[in-house]
């Protein structure tokens, strides 16, 4: 997940300056083309999420890091705007979109009772590779400038796909283990084909919730600094805001994990957007440094949860057996809404000189869908798929 890097919005945002004053791009074209590279590269999530299921998570994992590595490289050498372009497209779908379905159902496919506190761990992990991973790409660039550091995240992308190939296996199962590492072997639960799963009321209940802390979270993250500004606070508030979401939001990953194990998953997910829509309601009535710090702390706290939930939910009410083509379509909805969401908030600001109204509508909606993940009807295991149902799927 980690490996998934350049094709995030953060990630490219550690290059765009240097990559605009090189190839001298108006910064408005650069946005449309990464909007348009965005939801192009979305549509990666599902074929890859089927190539998963029938051929295993190794291999599949093990060919994206080539390709998204030699994405990278021939983006580091990119020269024109078409190029540009194309690269940016690739590194979005191998990466922000393939590699993250294949990595999650990877892990889905290890677990099922213990899923939720295995996706907390995972979580957790994630974050602090994270952490680690920005800040150094990010003295890279400075130091050796975006070309250089570029090429060097590609070919060190490739490098990892033979440790891949090693390392990884697609199912206990398969190396004669058990599900969850039980003493014995446990029945696994009938799976729910895509088609079935799209039927039910909690895939689309869990997929908007999860788009819609997609597009709040991009559209913050991209124009937090100007946000505060809005507020009264510098620049320097901004970062500190930052540490603070942070650090919150990986307690969090592992705590929401915890909690899975306790409450119903829907019962989660709904807190976690309860606190969500509070932090966005809040948000025009910032005044104090008490108040930016304890919205950095909301937002952490609902950004932890929700990624728990929606790493281990698809596992958990549909199976193991088409977790990739589940997951694929779920992840498609949120890298779509992450999209949209810069260009909501900047749409709002340019309109009504504000972004209150957004913060607003935002937290309307967002408690809709957290009362909706309340009360969603969990769907019903039933009896395994019959073969034509699979293939239909």
Known sequence: MVATLPGRTQGLGLITESLLKELNIDRVDYAGLNLWATLLGAAFS?????????????????????LLGGSVLLMSASTSFPLLF???????GFGQSALSVVSLALVGKWFSRR??????????????????AFPSVGAAVIKVGWRSTWSTVGWTLIAFAPVAWLLVRNSPEEQGLTLDGAAEP???????????????????????????????????????ESILVERGFDASTYHTVLVISTMVGLVANFGGGWLATKWPIQKVMAGGMAILALAL??????????????YGVAMGAAGGVVTVVFFSVWGQLFGREH?????????????????????????????????DLV???????????????WLAPMPSRRAAPSVESMSAA
């Open 186 to 224: 446990v029945a696994d639960a009938p799976s729910f084909t895509l088609a079935e799963t799209l039927a039910t009321p909690a895939f689309w209940l869990f997929a908007l919730s999860s788009s819609l802390f997609g597009l709040v979270y991009s559209g913050i993250s991209l124009f937090n």
């Open 46 to 66: 599902i074929p890859f999420g089927r190539l998963a299921d029938r051929f295993g998570s190794r291999i599949i994992l093990t060919i994206l890091l080539i």
């Open 86 to 92: 194309v690269t940016v497209m690739a590194t979005r």
């Open 281 to 294: 309601a809040a948000l025009p009535l910032v005044r104090t440094f008490t108040h930016v710090a304890l």
């Open 323 to 355: 977790l990739g083509r589940i997951q694929g379509s779920a992840q498609m909805m949120t890298v779509l809404a992450s999209a949209l969401g810069p260009l909501l908030l900047a749409g709002t600001l340019r309109r009504t000189g504000s972004y």
């Open 115 to 132: 899923l939720n506190f295995a996706m907390g761990i995972y979580s957790l992990l994630v974050g602090v590779g994270f952490i680690l």
């Open 359 to 373: 913060f607003q509508i935002l937290a309307v909606a967002t408690a809709a869908l957290g009362i909706g993940c």
